[in-house]
């Protein structure tokens, strides 16, 4: 038998230079290795430096989601800027390092502040953004609906995956601080379906069905929350936060300011809400 011809046979890439090679060119920086040790901590990237499936659905996530803020947070640094950016419910807060590593870094401008109850992730955030460098990064333990920025302002408020009714702190937080931008990304929701159960009226049989009554409970929720958004003067988009194969609770709503109030969203909120007979907490943000 020949001997193997070593010299043309191509080594063949492992897959952990493959996986890191696809993120190099996912990342959007012109110098994507300054973000690793960042992302190893947040988890989008694994001690070894590369991918597996639950960073890769991270990365998915906070990809999708850079790319839909970045419009707005730009336009928020134009001309001197200095955007303030409260990502409230915040977790671990990798969405605001990620948004300071990539744009407010770069930029030179814009804070970003995490709000959530957790003393001891609020704890790790504090030293990884000293660990990062990131100086205009602030932590603040509290309840969303406790919370209050040093001025009383937010520039953008996003909440992703905040659980429940917090989604709906997250919009009062955000309305209290008069923000331009909100992006949510609503979790779990009960408040409407447990309201709905034993609601009578022409259609009652939309949510005759415990499982049916949860899943048009969280549609209603949600729809509820980007009325009273419009109420409130936002244009409101709602798109899919990312592939369903990466999270099921997939709904990115976002609201950008433009006028000071809607009285015809107000008109379609009112509709609904007798057409149900429900009336989730939040309608406490509309003014009699
Ligand atoms: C599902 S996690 C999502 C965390 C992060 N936003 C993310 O997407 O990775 C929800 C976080 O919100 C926090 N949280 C829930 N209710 C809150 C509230 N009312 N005020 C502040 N934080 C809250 C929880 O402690 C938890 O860390």
């Given at each position: 038998m020949p001997a193997p011809n070593f010299a043309r046979t191509k080594p063949a890439k492992d897959p952990a230079a493959r996986d890191l090679e696809t993120w190099r060119t996912l990342?959007?920086?012109?110098?994507?290795?300054?973000s690793v040790p960042l992302l190893k901590a947040l988890h989008i990237l694994t001690r070894e430096g590369t991918l597996n499936a639950d960073s890769r659905r991270k990365l998915t996530q906070v990809l999708h989601l850079t790319q839909m803020l970045r419009p707005a947070l730009e336009d928020l640094l134009k001309d001197g800027g200095d955007p303030v950016l409260a990502d409230v419910g915040a977790g671990k807060s990798y969405l605001g390092f990620i948004l300071y590593d990539l744009i407010f870094g770069p930029a030179g401008r814009g804070s970003v502040f995490g709000i959530e109850t957790r003393e001891q992730l609020v704890a790790s955030s504090r030293d990884l953004a000293a660990a990062s460098g990131f100086d205009r990064m602030q932590f603040i333990a509290a309840p969303i609906a406790e919370a209050t920025l040093p001025g009383g302002k937010a520039d953008m408020v996003t909440a992703l995956h905040a659980c429940d009714t917090a989604t709906d702190d997250a919009i009062r937080f955000a309305l209290r601080h008069e923000a331009k931008v909100i992006a949510l990304v609503p979790c779990c929701q009960a408040e409407v379906a447990r309201l709905l159960e034993g609601q009578s009226g022409p259609l009652r049989q939309l949510w005759r069905h415990p499982i049916q009554r949860r899943e048009f409970g969280a549609h209603v929720t949600n729809v509820i929350r980007g009325l009273v958004l419009e109420a409130h003067g936002y244009k409101v988009r709602v798109t899919e936060f990312t592939g369903l194969e990466h999270t099921m609770k997939n709904e990115l709503i976002l609201a950008e300011r433009h006028q000071r109030s809607n009285a015809q969203a107000r008109g379609e909120l009112n509709r609904l809400i007798d057409q149900l007979g429900v009336k989730p907490a939040l309608l406490d943000v509309m003014p009699a």
């Open positions: 990342w959007p920086s012109g110098q994507p290795e300054k």
